[in-house]
């Protein structure tokens, strides 16, 4: 009789060292985006040290960045703060004072 094993990270989100969601999303793409820029320094002849250093102070800053965003928002943190920034502070009403104000004149008994 064959016996299977039952993946238990079913319905569970992405998760790598610790990176959940977007996070791992924003990371890798960060990090792609880095490549790109030293790669681009360097063909444009930069000089190499001026371009690895550049290279790596700006993924220091990005992981350390990433991780500290994770450790902060967590999971769903990200999309509820822009939900949040999207939420208006207060309502305005453009509808003019008086009509608020105004008094209705008393019908008269006749």
Do not use: D
Not at 96 to 108: A, E
Request: aromatic share 12%; proline share 2%; hydrophobic share 45%.
């Amino acid at each position: 009789m064959n016996t299977y094993h039952i993946n238990k990270g079913i319905g569970r989100t992405v998760e790598f060292k610790g990176l959940k969601a977007q996070y791992l999303f924003i990371f890798a793409g960060g990090l792609l985006g880095i490549l790109v820029c030293v790669m681009l320094m360097y063909m444009a002849g930069v000089n190499t040290y001026l371009c690895l250093s550049i290279g790596g102070a700006s993924s220091a800053i990005l992981i350390w960045q990433t991780f500290l965003l994770n450790g902060k928002y967590g999971e769903h943190g990200l999309m509820k703060l822009s939900a949040q920034k999207k939420h208006p502070k207060y309502i305005i009403s453009r509808k003019c004072i008086y009509r608020y104000v105004k008094i209705k004149p008393k019908s008269t008994a006749a």
